[in-house]
């Protein structure tokens, strides 16, 4: 695990060592352990480490036996030792225990085809000086972000895009082309960075530059064709096997290994299964918040300690009161980019306190999206219970949703929040229906908000075009594989962990498991009303049924709260007409409404507020170069006033 970064000049200019260490002193928290870099002529390409196989042989770049060959490699590969000793019986000759290896002798041995034979976790750049060509590439499903900068002089790659900032010429600039999808979704979907001239290497992409031409193609995607005819017995067995399968797969490394647990399913079932491969207790970690109301809905340790006690864990709990106004500058600069989705301050947190014990962690990101677990995949079911009612009664019933008051910070307030939103969309098709639970505000909002409004790309438009499935739940399922997955959970996931070099690994999103549930037929997954059917069903017999069926909850914070009542200085402040005007982005009384039809409950405001707030914060820190910490004592200052 590590951060990995290099370039290649198109002008044939020799690529200065400098220019790479530059680059790789600005993800130093990457990768702590060590650091290498190769350069041949016009390419160079670096890393940064974190060793966690082959501790001491593992340092990169590797090369193959005639130094043809240089890799430098962030991920694990899991399958790693099946591959060495295929191409050990073929001749290869390894010259470290890295996992990593493998990939230079694969690539001689099959060419561009040997990213089909990877079980992983990765992006890479591979040099071949025969052909002098350079190749770049991201794991199927985007666990690791890959960030690329090319203009007419060179092509420069980095796993994070302010390693990019730090090359000779390149400053930061915002890209106002993607403010409308960012306000819609509340992240920035992939191809598209917020920095204008970098974009992001989609998941399961290969990019070559051969003597100057730039190629670059999808190598995997996974397919809309449903196997109908097996029971559902036949797919509770084979859940069951390919959970178990990758679980086991994914515990290897040389340090030691713990795993997250909010007592959901998903992280219930990845300890459920680390426990079966080992004799030795799992090391486990959960994060609570003290406080009031808001704060309670979010405490999910009782849950979590039940789930240690079953299955014997070194269970470590925190309970914060985190300071948000010291950490939002310093986790921003971190993301690269702003998010509106405060798991990433979670995520943060809880990755900073299991740091202290382990530098690798299983996390359960991805079951949701894999086998139907968010309430809004319901939208379908409930909407058709609805079109038995009388159309005059169902216009009442929107009439009256839209008075009803919104807080997802309240038991009663939010079951309102939910029922507002669902009667809303009731009567749209299903497409607009789904994207009307996802968007954080509405196209027509974001036309009225935005000071110089045009054409923009619309992710999710375009990820329903591509998702090919005839049920509704499976082309739900589909749109987030492409997008919130992988530019919003785990690009936060990967951003917050490594923020502390520890390296966090998705057993729920390995590609064979991806390619079993995207067969799965959608009355499988979510049946009767009854969320992930075919998981739970699976798992019953590991665990308990009030864990199994509990109410789920987001892993975030109450940060809605927060805004109207600690926080709310501070927002009033970032988003006064002064600043709103002077950033010249949006029509500041249009941001002002938005914050009195939060505080009065009205709307339930959090992630639009928070996506405005986060792009000011990191418009401070990039655009006008900044430091976080200078950033954070300006809040600060806000907030003692």
Not at 154 to 174: D, N
Not at 418 to 442: H, I, N, P, T
């Amino acid at each position: 695990m590590c951060g990995i970064h290099g370039l290649y000049r198109f002008d044939g200019r020799p690529v200065e060592p400098a220019w790479l260490t530059a680059m790789g002193n600005v993800t130093q928290h990457r990768g702590p352990d060590d650091e290498g870099q190769h350069i041949h002529g016009a390419c160079g390409i670096a890393m940064r480490r974190l060793s966690i196989i082959d501790l001491a042989g593992g340092h990169q770049p590797l090369s193959n036996h005639d130094d043809s060959l240089w890799l430098v490699c962030n991920g694990e590969i899991y399958n790693y030792r099946e591959l060495r000793s295929e191409l050990q019986a073929k001749g290869y000759q390894f010259k470290t225990g890295s996992d990593s290896e493998v990939l230079l002798h694969l690539y001689d041995a099959e060419g561009d085809a040997f990213v089909h034979r990877l079980n992983g976790m990765f992006d890479f750049a591979l040099w071949d000086a025969r052909r002098e060509r350079l190749l770049i590439g991201r794991d199927r499903i985007g666990v690791k972000p890959l960030y690329v900068l090319q203009d007419a002089q060179q092509l420069a790659f980095a796993t994070e895009a302010k390693a990019l900032l730090a090359l000779p010429g390149v400053r930061a600039e915002l890209d106002t082309a993607v403010l409308p999808s960012y306000l819609q979704l509340g992240y920035v979907a992939a191809p598209a960075s917020m920095f204008k001239g970098i974009r992001k290497l989609p998941p399961a992409t290969l990019l070559s530059v051969e003597r100057g031409q730039v190629k670059q193609w999808c190598y995997w995607q996974l397919s809309p064709q449903m196997h109908t005819g097996r029971s559902e017995a036949d797919w509770i067995a084979q859940v069951r096997a390919g959970l178990e399968r990758s679980v086991r797969m994914q515990m290897v490394s040389d340090v030691p290994i713990g795993a997250f647990l909010s007592g959901g399913v998903d992280s219930s079932a990845v300890v459920a299964y680390m426990a079966r491969q080992t004799s030795e207790p799992i090391r486990t970690y959960a994060i609570g918040f003290e406080g009031g109301e808001a704060e309670a809905l979010y405490n999910e340790l009782p849950y979590a300690r039940q789930v240690a006690q079953l299955f014997g864990t070194r269970h470590r709990e925190i309970v914060v009161k985190p300071d948000v106004v010291d950490l939002l500058p310093q986790l921003l600069w971190h993301m690269d980019e702003p998010v509106a989705d405060t798991a990433f301050i979670t995520t943060y947190l809880v990755s900073q306190f299991a740091r202290q014990d382990v530098k690798v962690i299983l996390s359960g990101v991805g079951g949701d999206e894999l086998f139907g677990g968010y309430r809004r995949y319901l939208g379908g079911h409930y909407a058709r219970k609805l079109q038995v009612l009388p159309g005059w009664l169902r216009g009442l019933l929107a009439g009256a949703a839209r008075k009803l008051p919104a807080d997802r910070h309240s038991g009663l307030l939010n079951t309102l929040r939910l029922a507002k939103g669902f009667l809303a969309s009731a009567e749209m098709d299903a497409d607009a229906r789904y994207q009307s639970y996802l968007q954080v505000l509405s196209q027509d909002l974001i036309a009225r908000l935005l000071l110089k409004p045009g054409a923009a790309y619309d992710p999710l438009s375009a990820a329903f075009a591509q998702a090919g499935h005839e049920d509704e739940l499976n082309r739900m399922l589909a749109v987030d594989m492409q997008t919130q997955l992988p530019d919003d959970l785990l690009m936060l996931t990967d951003k917050m962990s490594m923020a502390v070099s520890l390296e966090c690994r998705v057993p729920l999103l390995d590609h064979e498991l991806l390619e079993l549930a995207a067969s799965m037929p959608a009355a499988i997954k979510v049946k009767g009303g009854v969320l992930k059917h075919v998981m739970k069903s699976a798992l019953s017999d590991l665990l308990p049924q009030d864990i199994l069926h509990r109410k789920k909850r987001g892993f975030g914070t109450p940060m809605g709260a927060w805004l109207k009542k600690e926080l709310a200085p501070l927002l009033r402040r970032l988003l006064s007409p002064e600043v709103v005007g002077a950033r010249g982005l949006f029509v500041p009384t249009v941001v002002s409404g938005l914050i009195a039809d939060h505080e009065a409950n009205r709307i339930d405001g959090t992630d639009a507020l928070l996506a405005l707030m986060n792009l000011e914060i990191w418009s401070r820190i990039y655009l006008d170069g900044r430091t976080a910490a200078d950033v954070a004592h300006e809040l600060k200052s806000y907030l003692a006033a």
